[in-house]
């Protein structure tokens, strides 16, 4: 069974950073481009990052470029997201997702999906 678990989250104050990290399992990692998403409370679900299968290319969001570093282990079966300089508009629940085969960047749908992980920013 495909699954992802994301972990990392949790509450930090503005300017402080946080790594998430999105754990697959049940799919041939290396075959999936991964993202990262997220969904703040009123808001429609954004996609804040991308990375291909051998992370030669990578997506963000104009909010967080500079700010945010998509990374994977393929070993490890494992894509994470650094997050620094983070500000309150950052607030969410943060979701890793998976498309597999070739797809454009960032990929316009994704096949699997983590149950979130909630990021709080305090100002």
């Known amino acids: 069974q495909e699954q992802l678990v994301e972990s990392g989250g949790g509450l930090v104050q503005t300017g402080g950073s946080l790594r998430l990290s999105c754990t697959a399992s049940?799919?041939?990692?290396?075959?999936?481009?991964m993202g990262w998403f997220r969904q703040a409370p009123g808001k429609e679900r954004e996609i804040v990052s991308a990375i291909t299968w051998g992370g030669g290319t990578t997506y963000y969001t104009d909010s967080v470029k500079g700010r945010f570093t998509i990374s994977r282990n393929n070993a490890k079966n494992t894509v994470y997201l650094e997050m620094n300089s983070l500000i309150p508009e950052d607030t969410a629940i943060y979701y890793c997702?998976?498309?597999?085969?070739?797809?454009?960047?960032?990929?316009?749908?994704?096949?699997?999906w983590g149950q979130g992980t909630q990021v709080t920013v305090s100002s």
């Open positions: 997702a998976g498309k597999q085969g070739i797809t454009p960047m960032p990929p316009p749908s994704f096949d699997v």
């Open positions: 049940g799919l041939t990692f290396s075959r999936y481009t």
